[in-house]
């Protein structure tokens, strides 16, 4: 997919993401390429997303190291490739939302 057909199909959603049978983390897409993913734990990382050769990367607020993926469309969603290393990670979108995900607050305590 290209960055175009990409923003326009995750704009205003929130995916949830799944590998091998399992769930694997959710990613909410907001205006402007900004993004927040969680791995189903209730910590976030807010980041954004860009195009890149055709790849989309993405930028979280803990990695500053662009984590690139290839994104097809077929008939049950979204599949992914991480371009970082083929071989380890590919996901399929499990099912979408209109909700906003469930974010933990920060920890405070000593």
Same mark, same amino acid.
């Given at each position: 997919?290209?960055?175009?057909?990409? #923003?326009?199909?995750?704009?205003?959603?929130?995916?949830?993401?799944?590998?091998?049978?399992?769930?694997?983390? /959710? +990613?909410?897409?907001? &205006?402007?390429? @900004? /993004? @927040?993913?969680?791995?189903? &734990?209730?910590?976030?990382? &807010?980041? /954004?997303?860009? #195009? %890149?050769?055709?790849?989309?990367?993405?930028?979280?607020? %803990?990695? =500053?190291?662009?984590?690139?993926?290839?994104?097809? @469309? %077929?008939?049950?969603?979204? @599949?992914?490739?991480?371009?970082?290393? =083929?071989?380890?990670?590919?996901?399929? +979108?499990?099912?979408?939302? %209109? #909700? =906003?995900?469930?974010?933990?607050? =920060? #920890?405070?305590? /000593?």
């Amino acid at each position: 997919m290209s960055g175009a057909e990409f #923003e326009s199909y995750v704009t205003g959603k929130t995916l949830y993401f799944g590998q091998n049978g399992q769930a694997y983390g /959710v +990613e909410e897409y907001f &205006d402007d390429r @900004r /993004v @927040r993913w969680s791995f189903l &734990d209730g910590e976030c990382k &807010d980041g /954004v997303w860009y #195009e %890149d050769q055709g790849m989309i990367c993405f930028v979280y607020e %803990d990695n =500053p190291n662009p984590q690139c993926w290839s994104f097809f @469309r %077929d008939s049950g969603g979204l @599949r992914a490739i991480f371009e970082n290393d =083929p071989n380890a990670t590919t996901l399929y +979108e499990a099912r979408q939302s %209109d #909700e =906003p995900m469930m974010c933990l607050g =920060p #920890e405070i305590g /000593v």
